[in-house]
């Protein structure tokens, strides 16, 4: 099977508007334009964008509905001393927001509780048997962090206990709202006016701890000179908001800047051990370090164990605790990987055995598969072949699945034309969770296709390079590179931008193990590129000319900086 051919788009921005705000703000004009693209064509929101202050830019948390009910909530609690369990999700932005809020607890006086049900034992969001065994610890007060929203029998439960629950959550609405809880905080709200929907579980809880705090400073609780810093909380913060792959945009970008300065530089044991154990020298972080070394390491252990100690390690003042800690989820995540790379070979057997890479969607399932690596999964079989994809885990009758999409297909309602034939079902437009019959998972994969197949077209189906700009290489400098990192930190919604370059000649080619090495010739400037993958897969000969597409970077050898092209695609 053979992966289809990208298509490139490329991206518009008004000449004019890009020329005005590169003179307005002195900028090179590609960054400008880059800048008009992604919606900033005017000084101020330009600057506001490049700047990203904390003390400036961040909307205040009242305008998050329900965020002045949980506060007045929660600090009752703690004025009056009662038990407080913060019960998370076993989720990377889970896990964290549950830490922040922990943290913020335990630094000013308190000792909560904290639950993280097991992925496998007990699966996703409040249960009876956890409320139940809270009850019996007399915690009178349970604030949910990214889960929740979809449990209003569960919090109606642990109101006939006498337990009230705050519910802080980031997921989509479903028709029936827990409308028992004493607060609910979810920007997906109707009445929501906070501007920015994309905060994960970690962000929100932060947002929490930042109410909290003002509540409590204007009530008289720190002693002179004894308020928080919070700013300090911002390297949890991070790690769950750059993990969990919401977009890096409007608040998530203001906090993971400032956060990743924290993240690099922090004390915290639970953050050095987990340094450490990659390999990442302090100072040394950015949004792909924490995507790709730290963020799966924290996720790995509610996927393949359990993730309550995450929160430990995270929280902890013994370092030699937090590196036992963080040892375990190095090997959880050598786990995972074998785990997935097996569930990934017998699901593309499948594929291919009954072709379903013919079809608008993708969905597949197998006795005995880890229900911890099925989101991963999916979206490897998204990357491959750029079909909405479900990947479910079968378990004596029972289903547990996960879904990944792509542009044009909200997977979460997709399910819900499906509702007749799953248990439960939540999550985002590019990815969800299901629970299904073993009965059902033929009807559902035959419906699920029927409305891939009514929302997506064939071009639709091939997968996409958005191109930011088609530059000749009298543009590019190492300044460029350097200036083009005021865009930073890149990732989901604000991706690193990629340009194009048509008419390049091929001067030199240098294969080695999975990466070839170029020099390219275009308008008389010679230039360096590197792409990666087996050499047998690029068909590129000395001497040819081709169209590239690439992304720009720094590289150093023997002390000295120059200019590289990563090639992302190159076609005849």
């Known amino acids: 099977m053979k992966d289809p051919p990208k298509r490139w788009i490329?991206?518009?921005?008004?000449?004019?508007?890009?020329?005005?705000?590169?003179?307005?703000?002195k900028l090179p004009p590609l960054l400008a334009r880059i800048l008009v693209?992604?919606?900033?064509?005017?000084?101020?929101?330009?600057?506001?964008?490049?700047?990203?202050?904390?003390?400036?830019?961040?909307?205040?948390?009242?305008?998050?509905?329900?965020?002045?009910?949980?506060?007045?909530?929660?600090?009752?609690?703690?004025?009056?001393?009662?038990?407080?369990?913060?019960?998370?999700?076993?989720?990377?932005?889970?896990?964290?927001?549950?830490?922040?809020?922990?943290?913020?607890?335990?630094e000013i006086g308190r000792e909560p509780m904290f639950y993280i049900p097991h992925r496998i034992d007990e699966g996703y969001g409040m249960s009876r048997q956890g409320i139940e065994r809270l009850h019996t610890r007399d915690v009178t007060l349970i604030i949910t962090v990214d889960c929740g929203i979809s449990n209003a029998d569960e919090v109606a439960f642990a109101r006939t206990l006498g337990m009230d629950v705050v519910i802080v959550d980031h997921h989509q609405l479903p028709e029936r709202l827990p409308d028992q809880a004493s607060a609910v905080i979810d920007p997906q709200r109707a009445d929501c006016a906070f501007p920015d929907k994309g905060l994960c579980a970690a962000g929100l809880a932060f947002y929490l701890v930042i109410g909290l705090r003002a509540n409590l400073r204007e009530s008289g609780w720190f002693e002179p000179g004894g308020v928080p810093?919070?700013?300090?909380?911002?390297?949890?913060?991070?790690?769950?908001?750059?993990?969990?792959?919401?977009?890096?945009?409007?608040?998530?970008?203001?906090?993971t800047r400032r956060g990743l300065v924290e993240l690099g530089s922090s004390t915290r044991p639970g953050i050095v051990a987990l340094r450490e154990v990659v390999g990442v020298p302090a100072g040394a972080v950015d949004a792909g370090t924490v995507a790709f070394q730290l963020g799966p390491r924290i996720n790995a252990a509610g996927r393949m164990d359990a993730a309550d100690k995450v929160v430990e390690m995270l929280t902890t003042e013994s370092r030699e605790a937090a590196d036992d800690i963080a040892r375990a989820l190095d090997t959880h995540n050598r786990e995972r990987r074998e785990t997935e790379a097996?569930?990934?070979?017998?699901?593309?057997?499948?594929?291919?055995?009954?072709?379903?890479?013919?079809?608008?969607?993708?969905?597949v399932g197998r006795q005995g598969w880890h229900p911890g690596v099925l989101g991963i999964?999916?979206?490897?079989?998204?990357?491959?072949?750029?079909?909405?994809?479900?990947?479910?885990?079968?378990?004596?009758?029972?289903?547990k699945g996960?879904?990944?999409s792509i542009r044009g297909f909200h997977m979460v309602q997709g399910m819900r034309r499906c509702a007749d034939l799953l248990e439960r079902f939540g999550g985002h437009e590019y990815a969800a969770g299901l629970s299904i019959r073993e009965e059902n998972l033929g009807p559902f994969a035959g419906r699920f296709d029927e409305v891939?197949?009514?929302?997506?077209?064939?071009?639709?189906?091939?997968?996409?390079?958005?191109?930011?700009?088609?530059?000749?290489?009298?543009?590019?400098?190492?300044?460029?590179?350097?200036?083009?990192?005021?865009?930073?930190?890149?990732?989901?919604?604000?991706?690193?931008?990629?340009?194009?370059?048509?008419?390049?000649?091929?001067?030199?080619?240098?294969?080695?193990?999975?990466?070839?090495?170029?020099?390219?010739?275009?308008?008389?400037?010679?230039v360096t590129a590197v792409i990666f993958g087996p050499p047998e897969d690029l068909p590129v000969r000395v001497t040819d000319n081709v169209d590239i597409a690439y992304r720009l970077r720094e590289n150093e050898w023997q002390g000295t900086c120059s200019m590289e092209l990563r090639l992302l695609d190159v076609r005849a």
């Open 10 to 25: 490329l991206k518009e921005a008004d000449d004019a508007t890009a020329a005005r705000l590169s003179g307005d703000l």
């Open 342 to 363: 097996q569930v990934l070979e017998e699901a593309l057997s499948q594929i291919e055995q009954g072709r379903l890479h013919e079809r608008r969607s993708i969905v």
């Open 229 to 255: 810093d919070i700013r300090r909380y911002l390297d949890i913060v991070t790690l769950g908001t750059i993990a969990d792959m919401v977009p890096l945009q409007g608040t998530n970008r203001v906090l």
């Open 452 to 526: 891939a197949t009514e929302s997506l077209s064939e071009e639709d189906l091939l997968p996409y390079l958005d191109i930011d700009a088609e530059v000749d290489f009298r543009q590019l400098s190492l300044g460029l590179v350097r200036q083009m990192r005021l865009l930073s930190p890149f990732g989901v919604g604000n991706p690193e931008p990629v340009f194009q370059t048509r008419g390049v000649e091929v001067c030199e080619r240098r294969d080695f193990n999975r990466v070839s090495r170029f020099r390219l010739r275009h308008n008389d400037h010679t």
């Open 377 to 399: 999964v999916a979206s490897r079989i998204v990357e491959r072949f750029h079909r909405p994809t479900v990947v479910v885990g079968l378990d004596g009758g029972e289903g």
């Open 402 to 404: 996960s879904g990944r």
């Open 37 to 106: 693209q992604r919606g900033f064509a005017d000084a101020d929101s330009a600057r506001c964008f490049l700047s990203s202050s904390l003390s400036t830019d961040l909307p205040p948390p009242h305008l998050l509905a329900g965020m002045d009910d949980a506060v007045r909530r929660i600090c009752r609690a703690l004025r009056d001393d009662e038990r407080v369990c913060v019960w998370g999700d076993y989720d990377v932005d889970g896990t964290t927001g549950a830490a922040v809020l922990v943290s913020f607890l335990r």
